[in-house]
């Protein structure tokens, strides 16, 4: 059973930062596109960053600068640390996984996690 679940959300103050985990089962890191996203208030779920069967990291635009993605293959868990936070960074933040063993390929989401940059 595949099951992914973030954590580390929450209200934190503007230039802080703060580091989300994800938690997962059932996914062979090495055979999976790893990803987060986030879903801003009244927009649409936007990638921030990913990486392909441990390959290199793809980050968007935006997340270029204060966005770290990271990755333990021991624990099957990823992490997103966000620096300097902005009040433009409140927003739900996801994890994903494509399993690319499945046939056809299966996606992944956990449940979410909040964050709220405000004092």
């Known amino acids: 059973q595949v099951l992914l679940a973030e954590s580390g959300g929450g209200l934190v103050q503007p230039g802080k930062h703060v580091e989300l985990t994800c938690t997962t089962t059932?996914?062979?890191?090495?055979?999976?596109?790893l990803a987060w996203y986030r879903q801003r208030p009244g927009q649409q779920r936007e990638l921030v960053a990913s990486?392909?069967?441990?390959?290199?990291?793809h980050y968007s635009d935006f997340a270029r600068d204060r966005f770290a993605f990271t990755r333990n293959y021991v624990r099957h868990t990823t992490f997103l640390t966000i620096l300097h936070l902005q009040p433009d960074d409140t927003a739900v933040y996801y994890c994903?996984?494509?399993?690319?063993?499945?046939?056809?390929?299966?996606?992944?989401w956990g449940q979410g996690t909040q964050v709220t940059v405000g004092s």
């Open positions: 994903s996984a494509v399993d690319h063993r499945s046939t056809p390929e299966r996606t992944y």
């Open positions: 059932g996914i062979l890191f090495n055979f999976a596109t």
């Open positions: 990486v392909e069967r441990g390959g290199d990291t």
